[in-house]
């Protein structure tokens, strides 16, 4: 029903930037919240950022001030730019979205497959 598809991932030197891309595509009918996951090495999957359609967001502490969620409601896509970023940020990044898709009539949580992205000297 729906597909995420996430992009720029990649390697990056401590205090450099990187900006996440994911487009959702299917048969959407609304998309009440999009966020990004990540996961590290031997660790549980935590909560990044995440957005409402309004615009609403909301951030995990340890990246409040480095990163930024946003949306375009129109492409169903969003953004995550991580700027000032360390060594602690590497991880699985996973796309998420919770929305109603046909031919469902309730919403329903979907994953991308997530991007690696890597922080190191």
């Known amino acids: 029903q729906v597909q995420l598809v996430e992009s720029g991932g990649g390697l990056v030197q401590p205090g450099g930037s990187l900006r996440l891309s994911c487009a959702a595509s299917?048969?959407?009918?609304?998309?009440?919240?999009m966020g990004w996951y990540r996961q590290a090495p031997g660790k549980q999957r935590e909560l990044v950022a995440r957005?409402?359609?309004?615009?609403?967001?909301n951030y995990a502490d340890s990246v409040k001030g480095r990163f930024t969620i946003s949306r375009d409601n129109a492409k169903n896509a969003v953004y995550l730019q991580m700027n000032s970023l360390k060594p602690e940020d590497t991880a699985v990044y996973y796309c998420?979205?919770?929305?109603?898709?046909?031919?469902?009539?309730?919403?329903?949580?979907?994953w991308g497959l997530g991007t690696q992205v890597t922080v190191s000297s």
């Open positions: 299917g048969n959407i009918v609304s998309i009440a919240v």
């Open positions: 998420n979205t919770i929305g109603v898709a046909t031919p469902r009539k309730y919403e329903y949580e979907y």
């Open positions: 957005i409402t359609s309004a615009g609403t967001t």
